[in-house]
């Protein structure tokens, strides 16, 4: 019966598949996305096996090539990761963590990436997030649990102009037409890609 | 066109800029510079409302936001009309169309004046004394009419067309008002490298400044120094200028709401583009420079249109180049007005007397007057005026040991008034700071902030423009505070002299008190008498005395009147005005139109609509849909020319006897992982989880400490550290809190980590005796026959080439399945499952049909059959505590001896109609008797009730007192129409013995 199953190629379909957004807004590529938790004794350990410092205060980024780690709170870091490399993250820890003092949770398909590049990106999240967005308060390498209007997201500053949103799939195209319809407010440059 | 009264030259408005506009429809001409109100006294305009209860002709009293007459409605077409817009705010536009309100049929022939007529009738608190008999005449022929008689305005009839935006904001200070204080505010805090927002409610920047033709400061003509100024300001790239932006309200930790004119001020020319900005700013500071509100005088009909503010009348002379009369009479307690009666004098108007109710006024700007030869009489009140729809004369007296003489009638116009200004306490009073009264100022001035705040120019109660400036200039520099120590900056005023004076309450008029009426609050129409006949009937605090008569509290908020009616009840009681108090000042400053709170929350946009992976395919196969919090889910597929009933009872029969295939990705799901996940569980399910082997299900139920069923769901146990728990669709957000709650707080030990995972996975149940058949060809990496995979199980595999949790479970009593797959995948596995379904002929179904399977099975909803009184005995489900534990949340609570030891708790049972095709309502009660007297003694209610096509009768579920010993038992269900015979019995109603789970 498995020959069945192997020769199908299953369609990925992402929640804003096909709809029309803002064109400072795009559709992040698809990745690996992990929830780990775990307590500070286990810090040391899990950046060794991931060969990325999680140490580093709340609501900073540590980065290499294919892999961010946001760190969004004293015991929550969130992975993002080139799709490839799902397996070997969880292999990873496993191995190094052999105490499993941690979990570390698939959460790949629960939320989607939106990237808003362009000079009034700050201006357009502000209308829907509370948090001060100025360069100052919110530099380039910082991440957190925020709001965007009625959807709860994870915001993460890229570039100076440029954010990387992660949300929930159901509240994706919520997102998505919301900061469609903030757009009109600011005109599209030329240059914004 | 003709604008009579527009002056030749000077002013801020452009005379190249001719402008076209209706009020009423008649067409008048204006300049771009213009408000509705300086256009139309250009035009000669005065009359441009009936009062609220008499129905009096008011005229244009003020210039700004304090004004309490001339309220229009604007706007080209029902989808672009805002009523109660106040004429001295708005600005004009080519085209703009205002109509006046409370007036029927126009503004000179007025129906509702007969109230003038009868004014003697319509007393304060009129209507708690009058209307009361007959009673039924309240609600049929009083209140519709008093309704259509009174209230301002009318609402539009058709949506707005207009967009509204919104924007978070954040500043080291925030300065409110850009008149001379907040400017020498903003300027300060600029140069102390603060992230500085300035704000201003009116079309240009400047406030005092704009109608300043005579002051110099530092050497610069007062409009040359704004400009410079200005200038200055736009060069910090920190500083954020807000015009045409009102601040109206404070709340509090320094947010202060700010309401921004986008293109209401062109009139909304293009939807497209937003119509107004609410901004939310969140400042380090905040300085407030609102300024200060003149004070009318309350003499008998001053209220006719003509009758004006003194400052105002200036105002309208300098900056919008309009004299608003011919020939004036000005009415003082202050000098400000001999300003006034010096600038119309200048710009034409004939001052055919400055009444001065001070004995002796004295100072720069009455030397200027006597200088000027115009016509001062210390010591002289007004007794009254004549006029109707515009005031023709009024009669002057004098004032000689505290007796009124004999007046002297002048005609006139225009009568300007000026009782002195009250500084605008109201954004400081809104953000809980004190008030203090200022016994020199007789006005109350802001006392200790109760929020990082600080107050400053005439609103500080500054005098002067030099005081102005300076107190600008160190409250900016003390919010910005960077240096620690103010600096001190000196700004050199010249030719801005010293006015003094002031007067609060009603002036002696040497009539009847009984048969005049002076005004206090002109929007609500209430007088002084009004205020006297409250206290003489009892009422002394001042807010009950607001409440008795109305008084402030109309839209304006009482910003020309509350100081005057405290002014009458001191005087009338006889005690000070600190002993009196004041009124709580409330949000908002000005009336802001609904859709700026709206916002972006319109049309789609109202709320974030939660679609499953699957429910573009459910809604192209024409599912009908039902809201579930904020999820859409498929409620039933109907077939070409299918009802509900006929969709659901297909749907039924071909999950008991083929197979259904059903979303339930809304599940909630929460990942629980950790060395002591099986402990954490343990402590909050009242199920036994240590021995749950992984691979292995349970159906767990979770309680409140108070021993009630909060939720339940099927939890699986993935590896000895981890755990899929499943909650109800509405509980999902409410779990994961609660159970994040007693981990943080009650058991931080514990070595446990919870992770969200209900949109991680689309959940797809295939359900009915053909279920494994149709999955098993699809599924790599599990045996899942009978004997591999019973029930309650689950395992990882692969599904459709997708990696899976495929669980074995039924909520429909049938041989069932969960495929859970990664959320992208959910559509491509459902359809592949759907395929490989046709030959055993798979049928989609929806909640309905989900909801009478699951009754069929006595399987309850939690929410439904539960209500936050159910224990788990009550509804059946005793078997599922873990007995020899030692603890769960809930565990003592069923312990105690209220909870086990009473005997008549409700209990689920099931209910049959004696009649099988009569489906009883949800939420009917049961009684035994249904011959007893209402009310009736009532011993449970239905909690479910469905038709079943599968046993072909209706069936119903309840909670009823002691049910299960009545099991059997013939109870009675009163309705609407009729009473309904039914029978107790088990809650099962479908394969009570369970085997056909077992397929």
């Avoid at chain 1, 991931?50 to 609501?59: Q, T």
């Avoid at chain 2, 009058?130 to 008093?146: D, G, K, L, Q, Y």
């Avoid at chain 2, 004036?328 to 108007?349: K, N, S």
């Avoid at chain 2, 600008?472 to 050199?492: C, K, M, N």
Wanted: hydrophobic share 45%; proline share 6%; glycine share 10%.
């Amino acid at each position: 019966m498995a020959d069945v199953a192997m020769t199908m190629t299953p369609v990925r379909r992402a929640p804003l598949d096909g709809l029309a957004g803002d064109p400072r807004a795009r559709w992040a590529v698809p990745m690996a996305r992990f929830s780990l938790r775990l307590p500070e004794a286990a810090i040391g350990a899990a950046s060794a096996s991931l060969g990325l410092d999680l140490a580093g205060p709340i609501n900073n980024v540590a980065e290499r090539e294919g892999c961010a780690i946001l760190r969004l709170g004293p015991d929550e870091w969130l992975v993002l990761a080139n799709d490839a490399d799902s397996a070997a993250i969880a292999a990873a820890l496993d191995r190094g963590m052999p105490d499993r003092r941690f979990s570390l949770v698939d959460i790949g398909h629960r939320q989607t990436g939106i990237v808003l590049d362009g000079a009034d990106a700050a201006d357009m999240l502000s209308a829907g997030c509370p948090l001060d967005l100025d360069l100052a308060a919110f530099p380039v390498g910082m991440a957190t649990r925020t709001i965007f209007a009625k959807a709860e997201i994870v915001l993460w500053r890229t570039a100076p102009t440029r954010f990387h949103i992660e949300v929930w799939g159901s509240f994706a195209p919520y997102v998505w037409a919301l900061l469609k319809e903030i757009g009109r407010e600011y005109p599209v440059m030329e240059n914004t890609p | 066109m003709s604008e009579a009264f527009r002056l030749p030259d000077g002013g801020r408005v452009d005379r190249a800029q001719p402008l076209s506009f209706t009020f009423d429809g008649r067409r008048y001409g204006g300049l771009a510079g213009d408000t509705i109100a300086s256009a139309l006294l250009a035009n000669g305009v005065h009359l441009v409302g009936r009062s609220f209860k008499y129905h009096r002709p008011r005229g244009i009293v003020s210039a700004g936001a304090e004004e309490p007459n001339a309220l229009v409605g604007v706007g080209r077409d029902e989808a672009h009309y805002t009523p109660n817009l106040v004429a001295t705010q708005i600005s004009l536009y080519d085209g703009l169309s205002a109509v006046s309100q409370n007036r029927s049929p126009s503004l000179e022939r007025d129906a509702g004046s007969i109230n003038d007529r009868l004014w003697r009738f319509f007393p304060a608190g009129f209507y708690y004394k009058t209307f009361m008999w007959p009673r039924r005449a309240w609600t049929r022929v009083f209140e519709p009419r008093i309704r259509a008689m009174a209230g301002l305005g009318r609402a539009p009839k058709a949506p707005d067309a207009a967009r509204y935006a919104q924007r978070y904001a954040h500043c080291d200070v925030l300065v409110i008002g850009a008149g001379p204080a907040g400017l020498a505010s903003a300027l300060a805090a600029a140069e102390a490298g603060a992230r500085v927002i300035i704000c201003d409610e009116q079309s240009e920047l400047g406030g005092s400044l704009l109608a300043e033709t005579e002051a110099r400061i530092d050497g610069l003509a007062a409009q040359d120094w704004l400009a410079a100024t200005l200038a200055r300001l736009g060069a910090f790239d920190r500083v954020t200028v807000l015009p045409r932006t009102i601040a109206f309200g404070y709340f509090p930790h320094n947010m202060v709401g700010l309401a921004q004119d986008l293109t209401g001020y062109q009139g909304e020319p293009d939807d497209a583009a937003p119509r107004g900005r609410l901004w939310q700013v969140r400042a380090k500071q905040v300085v407030i420079a609102a300024g200060a509100i003149e004070r009318p005088l309350v003499f008998p009909d001053n209220d006719r249109p003509g009758i004006m503010l003194a400052d105002s009348a200036r105002i309208y002379v300098e900056r919008y180049a309009v004299k608003p009369g011919r020939r004036a009479v000005i009415f003082t307690a202050h000098d400000e007005a001999y300003r006034a009666a010096l600038a119309l004098h200048r710009a034409g108007v004939e001052i055919a007397a400055i009444a001065d109710l001070r004995g002796a006024p004295e100072g720069a700007w009455i030397d200027a007057a006597r200088a000027a030869g115009l016509p001062v009489r210390p010591a002289t009140t007004i007794s009254g005026t004549d006029g109707q729809l515009r005031v023709s004369a009024a009669h002057l007296a004098p004032i000689a040991d505290g007796k009124v003489g004999r007046a002297e009638r002048i005609e006139c116009d225009l009568v300007l008034m000026s009782g002195g200004f009250t500084p605008s306490v109201h954004l400081f009073s809104q953000s809980r700071g004190k008030l203090r009264f200022d016994p020199a100022l007789e006005a109350f001035v802001p006392g200790a902030p109760a929020e990082a705040s600080l107050m400053a120019g005439a609103s500080a109660g500054a005098q002067t423009l030099e005081a102005t400036l300076a107190t600008g200039y160190d409250a900016g520099d003390q919010a910005a505070g960077v240096s620690g120590t103010a600096q001190v900056r000196h700004f050199a005023v010249e030719a801005a002299p010293l006015s003094r004076g002031g007067f609060l309450g009603a002036v002696p008029h040497g009539r009847d008190p009984a048969s005049v009426r002076a005004f206090v609050d002109f929007q609500n129409d209430v007088t002084a008498k009004d205020i006297k006949l409250a206290l003489a009937e009892g009422f002394r605090s001042i807010e009950h005395v607001k409440r008795y008569t109305t008084t402030g509290m109309a839209t304006d908020q009482g910003k020309t009147s509350n100081m005057n009616a405290l002014g009458i009840v001191s005087e009338t009681l006889g005690r000070p005005i600190p002993e009196i108090g004041t009124t709580t000042f409330r949000m908002p400053y000005t009336p802001v139109p609904f859709g700026y709170f709206a916002g972006y929350a319109r049309g789609e946009l109202f709320e974030p609509v939660r679609e499953t992976p699957i429910h573009g395919w459910a809604a192209e196969r024409g599912a009908v849909f039902e809201d579930v919090g904020q999820w859409k889910r498929a409620r039933y597929f109907p077939e070409p020319g299918e009802d509900m009933r006929a969709a659901v009872a297909r749907e039924c029969r071909a999950v008991r006897e083929a197979v259904g295939i059903f979303d339930a990705s809304t599940l909630g799901k929460i990942e629980i992982v950790g060395p002591d996940a099986a402990e954490f569980l343990n402590r909050l399910y009242v199920n036994a989880w240590t021995k749950l082997k992984p691979g292995r299900l349970r159906y767990g139920v979770l309680l409140r400490e108070d021993g009630f069923i909060v939720d339940d769901g099927v939890v699986g146990r993935i590896a000895e550290d981890r755990f899929h728990v499943t909650t109800t669709t509405g509980g999902a957000p409410r779990v994961l809190a609660t159970m994040e709650d007693y981990l943080q707080t009650e058991w931080p030990d514990l070595n446990v980590w919870l992770t969200s995972t209900t949109e991680q996975w689309a959940v797809i149940a295939v359900q009915g005796p053909k279920a494994r058949d149709v999955l098993a060809p699809l599924v790599e990496g599990a045996d899942i026959s009978a004997a591999s995979m019973p029930h309650m199980s689950v395992a990882e595999c692969r599904v459709a080439g997708v990696p899976a949790r495929l669980f074995r479970v039924s909520f429909t009593g049938e041989l069932g399945f969960e495929v859970n797959v990664p959320a992208e995948y959910g559509r491509a596995v459902w359809e592949t499952i759907f395929a490989a379904g046709q030959p055993h002929g798979v049928v989609p179904y929806g909640t309905e049909t989900m909801h009478v399977l699951r009754a069929e099975k006595g399987y309850i909803i939690v929410g439904q059959e539960t209500d936050g009184t159910a224990t788990p005995e009550d509804v059946g489900l005793g078997w599922a505590i873990g007995k020899a534990k030692p603890d769960f949340v809930g565990k003592r609570a069923l312990a105690r001896a209220g909870m086990a030891a009473q005997d008549d708790r409700k209990q689920l049972v099931g209910v049959l109609t004696e009649e099988p095709g009569f489906v009883l309502e949800e939420g009917a009660h049961l009684v035994a008797d249904p011959a007893q007297k209402p009310p009736m003694t009532m011993l449970g209610h239905v909690t479910s009730s469905y038709w079943s096509a599968k046993l072909n009768r209706s069936i119903a579920l309840a909670m009823v007192r002691s049910g299960r010993d009545r099991l059997g038992e013939t109870l009675h269900v009163p309705l609407a129409d009729r009473t309904v015979r039914v029978t107790l019995t088990e809650p099962v109603f479908y394969d009570p013995e369970g085997s056909r789970l077992d397929g």
